[in-house]
């Protein structure tokens, strides 16, 4: 069964940067568009980052030219590396993949922002 797995969240100064990994252990990811979302508490969950399996990216206006997305494909995962950081990033961090057979998200990385 596919299982996405998060890493690379902690506590970070405003400024700092952050580098998340998305992970699916046996199962290829570069066939498939992947998100990461976020959401804070009381908030709705929201749209960071996309890439596609051709690898074209989108962002959300948030975080543009602070996050970026890729593809490690020896790794097997997706990161986001994260500059410039700002307390309103704080969140839990989430990748998602929807495949033909069905919709996966991982558990999810707290990262927060904070002096």
């Known amino acids: 069964q596919l299982q996405l797995v998060e890493s690379g969240g902690g506590l970070v100064q405003p400024g700092g940067s952050l580098r998340l990994s998305c992970a699916a252990p046996?199962?290829?990811?570069?066939?498939?568009?992947i998100g990461w979302f976020r959401q804070a508490p009381g908030k709705r969950r929201e749209l960071v980052a996309t890439?596609?399996?051709?690898?074209?990216?989108d962002y959300a206006d948030s975080v543009k030219g602070r996050f970026t997305i890729s593809r490690d494909n020896v790794k097997n995962t997706v990161d986001l590396q994260m500059n410039s950081l700002k307390p309103e990033d704080t969140a839990v961090y989430h990748c998602?993949?929807?495949?033909?057979?069905?919709?996966?998200w991982g558990q999810g990385t707290q990262v927060t922002v904070s002096s």
């Open positions: 998602n993949i929807d495949t033909h057979f069905g919709d996966y």
């Open positions: 046996g199962f290829n990811l570069d066939r498939y568009a």
């Open positions: 890439i596609t399996s051709s690898g074209s990216t």
